[in-house]
């Protein structure tokens, strides 16, 4: 199973983003670490891991506490031994998926819906504070045809650190 597994940190100076290994870890804590190792002067740490073309984990620690995680699909956790590590343990859905199915197709009926099937799970919210609400995640996530990449890309872009993530993946 191939990953990418890009950081995004929040210091005074502004965003950087650094390439965050995850061969070998255990436990989602142990991702945590390595997320702080990153910068362990970060405001705001994002960790955006992306599986195979299919699903996404956006974790986010604040000053290096307070792990939040949100997961675009509960099913990794059973695709992968990462999928387990990172989004095995949350039991809490995000939201319930049907509602923004149901917002995206009274919006615009011709534009493609959120995916049905997608079961969401962990903070939807944790992007809130920097402009991406819960519904727009999980209408990036649940949106057919977009890639984690192009959803992190999307995120990135919005909460202003989009040239550092992309760079960093183009390295």
Do not use: N
Not at 18 to 41: F, I, M, T
Not at 147 to 160: K, S
């Amino acid at each position: 199973m191939s990953y990418f597994a890009g950081a995004a940190l929040r210091g005074s100076a502004g965003w950087t983003a650094a390439e965050v290994s995850l061969h070998g870890v255990v436990d989602v804590e142990e991702v945590a670490d390595r997320l702080r190792d990153a910068d362990l002067d970060a405001d705001i740490s994002l960790l955006f891991i992306e599986s195979d073309d299919t699903y996404l984990v956006v974790m986010r620690l604040d000053e290096g506490e307070d792990l939040r995680i949100f997961g675009s699909d509960s099913a990794f956790a059973d695709e992968s031994r990462l999928g387990a590590i990172l989004v095995g343990d949350i039991k809490v859905p995000a939201i319930e998926i049907d509602e923004v199915v149901e917002r995206s197709a009274d919006a615009d009926p011709d534009k493609p819906a959120a995916d049905p099937d997608a079961d969401p799970v962990g903070d939807a919210d944790l992007l809130a504070d920097l402009g991406v609400s819960a519904r727009r995640l999980l209408e990036l996530c649940g949106h057919e045809g977009l890639l984690p990449a192009d959803v992190t890309a999307e995120i990135c872009q919005t909460i202003g650190c989009g040239d550092e993530v992309e760079e960093l993946r183009e390295a």
